[in-house]
Each structure stands twice: as C-alpha cells, then as structure tokens.
C-alpha cells in the first residue's frame, strides 16, 4: 500500500477528523484502529499533530512525513504480529522496540518509530477510541557511542574531490552545508534576498523550531554565491532553464530533499566519494569551527543547535591532543 505524504495545507487536512462530532470520531477511529486501516490512521495522527502537538498547523512536511512513516511501520509490525492496537498486551510495545534493534537498526532510529508509534496512541486517546498508553514503560536502550563518531563528517579530501567535480547546482549546496553549515531543508528554502555576499551572512529564515539566525558565510561560500547569482537569479542567463520548479525567488530550481540528494550524490559519485547523506556536510563545518575557535557555544550558534549539549555529542569533535600545546610549559 502507499501513502500519500505530507501534501497542501495541514489544517484543511485535520478538519477530516475536527470536524466530526465527538462519538462520530470515536467511531471512526476505533474502526480505523479495529481494521488496521493504515491511510485513516495515518490521517488521525497527522490531525492529531495538528491540533495537539507542540508545532501545531506550523509542524514541518519533514516531521509530518516521519511520524507518517513511523506509523506505518507500526501498523504493518502490529498486523504481522497480530496485535490488537486498541487493546495491546502488555509486552507488546517492548517486543516492537525489540524486533527492531535485533534486526540490526539503532537505537536513535528505534526512538524515532517510537516517539510516531507513540503519536499514533496519543491520537487515539484524542479520538475517544482507547485508553492504552503501551510505550509508556517500554525502554529503548542508549546508545553510548557519541554522534560524531558513529556519523562522521565528511573530510577535507572528500569535500574537495567533490567540489572539483561538482556542477554549480551541487557545488552551491555542498557549501551551504559544508560551510554554512545549513540543514537541508534550510538551504532548499532560501530566498535570494536572505543571501548578502557582500556582508558574508545567510538569513536562515526557516531554521528547526521556525527560529531565525544569521549565519557567516566563509569566502569560499561567498564567492560561490556570487557566481550562482550571476547564472540563476531573475534576469540571469540560466534563470528560466525549463527545470524550475519552485517560485522564482527562491535560490535552488527544485525544493524536494529526493532531488537535492539526486544531484549531490551523482557529485559524490563522479569523484569517487561515498555520498553519506547531508549531516556529514554540517559535521564538518562543526568540527572544522570547533578546532579553530574552540567555542561550542560559537559553533551551535552557526548550526542553529538550542543545546551546545547537540553540538558537543554529534556535531563538532576536537582532537584527542587538542591540549598538547596549552600543557607544553607544564
């Protein structure tokens, strides 16, 4: 079965259960849930996050779209395993957690299936339909192996390889992650007036928890965005290349993370690199900042992290002699 995704205006979505009479929601959502009925029950948890949750009618399509997923994965492990959803036993949230890390998945990825399986019940105690809370006690073991080291950045020989074989598309994105130290969805939002090259900053206007930050752009970066301005802004040689599809203001032709990652990676593979996603990128402006201001507090600041705790254990790394010279006199 497939799922239609995170698509239009997430209020207009929710009045499909809003809109309905308390027993008519009820009703629905035990049935949904009775049946395993994948597409309603995705529907009333991506309601339920609008109406409930912490971002509300504001959540991300890239949240929307995991919590989405995560409640497939649930669904398809509870009718595999024959597990009445409205009345789960009591091991049966535990038993999820642990068929998945044995099949080999880790840990931070479990809590994600958890935190969507666990939106799937908030919703259905929203509706009415049950009073089960199962992931209330079940435990999802840590992992004690630090971010940076499980996903390391990418290295200054990979970065550069690519860059020499990138196109201008894939050489801008790869700075805005490399250097600007961007998430993804950040730089594919980007608006031509948020980039001043002049003045080096980047107005992140669409930042994690809808939070603003202006962001230093190294020379590199700067110069690379002038060059992609001169071929792709309004009025550029290349503006209008019949590949558009997103508003003309702003910066990048597509916005869908499946085609940024299309284009970066046939990069990563003309050089001979092993593309790891976008993460490696922000990594490695992380750890670069870190070893040369020693700030983490700087350094998340640049990434647009709430908690230097963030920074510190998946982000940005100093080498284990950083102190050789502070201690030589000693």
Known sequence: ???????????????????????????????????????????????FL??????????????????ELGVRHFVEFATAQAVNILRPGRHDAQNYINTMLAAGRKPAGVHLKVAAASALYRALRWAGATEADPFREARVPKDPTPGIIKRPPY?????????????????FLLFLTAHAGLRISEALNLHWDDIDEAAKRIHVRSGKGRKDRIVAMSTSLARAARHYRGLYAPGGPDHTDGKRTTPPENVFRYAEMTTARYHLSKAFKLAGVDFRGFHPGRKYAGTRLLRQIKDFGRVAAHLGHESVDTTRKGYASLAADDLKDDLAGW
């Open 1 to 47: 079965m497939t799922l239609a995704l995170y698509s239009g205006n997430l209020l207009a979505q929710s009045h499909e259960w809003t809109n309905l009479h308390d027993e008519e929601l009820r009703r629905r959502a035990v049935k949904a849930a009775g049946e395993k009925d994948l597409p309603a029950l995705v529907s009333l948890t991506t309601a």
């Open 50 to 67: 609008t109406v409930q949750g912490k971002s509300g009618v504001l959540t991300s399509p890239r949240t929307v779209e995991a919590y």
């Open 155 to 171: 290295t200054e020989d990979e970065l550069a390889d690519v860059l020499d074989r990138a196109d201008t598309h894939a050489k």
